[in-house]
């Protein structure tokens, strides 16, 4: 059953048009404007060469044999496939959103659970879950841990070379080699000044504690000024502090290989503008809290600052297992015995992200796609033969129903589906037009 309402072409009918002069008159009565546009072009008709007529009335009635698919590709159909024009596309500028980072899109964390099996294994990080980790459904928000150039604070690999402090000093070349530019050596923290090592090279921070917030849970990249963390002292959170990022109060961000990076300075969000306590370049007597890396999603923390606000205490012998990892964890979910979990601490978050959309008009004129393939749809006559409507009054009339859009690539593979809320009717009467908008 043709998807068309054109009728075959009798070579013979074709040859008394033509003869007589009535060709155009002859296609019109058995071809849509569409079909005669397609299979006799101007360029066709104004030759008025018979044999050359002859050759395209075979070619259309192989179309048409073919159930409206084009001869030459036999797995197309036009009326199945319709190509986007570029009147069919539209994009529209990137948009930024903002959400809650932590699981389902919540703001802030007031729970903070690990797991009480990791022991020295992890001595130098611990992966912080939003619920107990026996609970399936429990996600990994983000990693706290200590960091040490020299390696202090953990227990050496006996089984090396060179034995002891390695841990700590492999975390701390981890985040140097990501961040820092080439042929600096150590962290420095805005208004301490620091000194010189052997060939005038500045020196910096010999540690530091790291969160770092899980990709899955940040997607892009975390939202400047958009982030508080309370911090206790020794489990007790009256004597804690209150951590933001100074981006509020930054004209000119800096840029180095990390891109952007913000100071963590003391102060709050909590009244919806940003409260600095204390400026980074004030703190000259250890330097300011930390800094902020919002499109890595890290937070480095400068652990004299945390010492001396008394919210951490930490033990850096030499091949020594300080459980460093551990003591920020309970400054962090305010837990006296770090016993793997907490529920007065208070650390709130947003992601940002920026989304693209692309809107694809998907048109269906009055004379397209007003047949299914559905095997029901037809049905066979008294006589044996397939091709009858399975419902008679389609005859003449035929309707379907469009209840979703597939986008295809070039090659026809299925790239997405967009399924209408209800079915829209399609008819020789009636166009619909379905608006697919894809955001990524």
Known sequence: MPHTTSESISPGALTEAFNNNTLIQYLNSRMTAEDLDRFFPKNVLEAFDLNVLLAQAAEFNAYL????????????????????????????ERTTVSSGLFSGGATSLSEFYFSPTLGDVSASYIPVYDKVTTDSTAQVQFAVGYANYGGSGSIGNTTKTTAGNRETAALYRQFRNVILGQGTEKFA?????????????????????????????????????????????????????????????????????????????????????????????????????????????????????????????????????????????????????????????????RREEEISSTSYFARAHNQEFNFSSNPTYETTDSNNQRGAFTQPTFQGDPKAYITQVGLYDDSRELLAIAKLSQPVLKSFSREAVVKVKLDF
């Open 65 to 92: 044999a073919n159930h409206g698919s084009d001869p030459d590709d036999p797995e197309f159909s036009t009326d199945i496939y319709k190509e986007f024009l570029d009147n069919d596309k539209a994009s529209t």
């Open 189 to 349: 923290f805005t208004g301490k000044t620091y000194g010189t090592v052997d060939g005038g090279d500045p020196d910096g921070s010999d540690d530091f504690v790291f969160i770092a917030f899980n990709r899955a849970q940040m997607r892009e990249k975390v939202d400047p000024g958009n982030w508080e963390l309370v911090l206790s002292g020794s489990g007790v959170a009256q004597s804690g502090i209150r951590l933001i990022d100074d981006s509020s109060a930054t004209t000119n961000t800096t840029i180095n290989s990390a891109n952007r990076v913000f100071n963590v300075v003391s102060g709050s969000i909590t009244s919806g503008t940003a409260v600095v306590n204390a400026t980074a370049a004030s703190e000259t007597t250890s330097g300011a809290a930390g800094l902020f890396y919002p499109d890595l999603g890290v937070i480095l923390l400068n652990t004299e600052y945390l010492t001396k606000s008394g919210s951490m205490v930490f033990s850096t012998g030499t091949n020594t297992f300080g459980d460093n990892a551990k003591v920020a964890f309970n400054s962090i979910s305010h837990s006296v015995a770090g016993a793997g979990e907490k529920t007065a601490g208070y650390f709130a978050a």
